[in-house]
């Protein structure tokens, strides 16, 4: 069964940049994803992006300051720079078996996910 683990959360300053990853267990289907949750809030897709054919897809309050990639098709990226305190989250990693996976990027399409890592921007 894949197994997906988040790496690189922490805490910085408004203004600051964490990158985070995470690693797969094996074949990760289609997509590979990013999420974010404040609690009293629902899961917020950031980033998605197709390993092995190509395409990235970003939240609109993202866009210009994160971007997705992947090192191989296990290994997915996401550098997350002018981190602002509204960017404070869980952020799970997730991956999806849909084709239609890219965009939007709906929480409903991915079916492995992640334990998450806690990003904090302090103001």
Not at 38 to 64: M, T
Not at 75 to 93: F, W
Not at 103 to 120: A, D, F, H
């Amino acid at each position: 069964q894949l197994r997906l683990v988040e790496s690189g959360g922490g805490s910085v300053q408004a203004g600051g940049s964490l990158k985070l990853s995470c690693a797969a267990s094996g074949y990760v289907g289609y997509c590979m994803g990013w999420f974010r949750q404040v609690p009293g809030k629902e899961r917020e897709g950031v980033a998605s992006i197709r390993p092995q054919f190509g395409g990235e897809s970003y939240a609109d309050s993202v866009k210009g300051r994160f971007t997705i990639s992947v090192d191989n098709d296990r290994t997915m990226n996401l550098q997350m720079n002018s981190l602002t305190p509204e960017d404070t989250g869980i952020y799970y990693c997730a991956a999806s078996a849909y084709i239609d996976c890219l965009e939007p990027i709906n929480s409903g399409r991915y079916n492995v996910w992640g334990n998450g890592t806690l990003v904090t921007i302090s103001s």
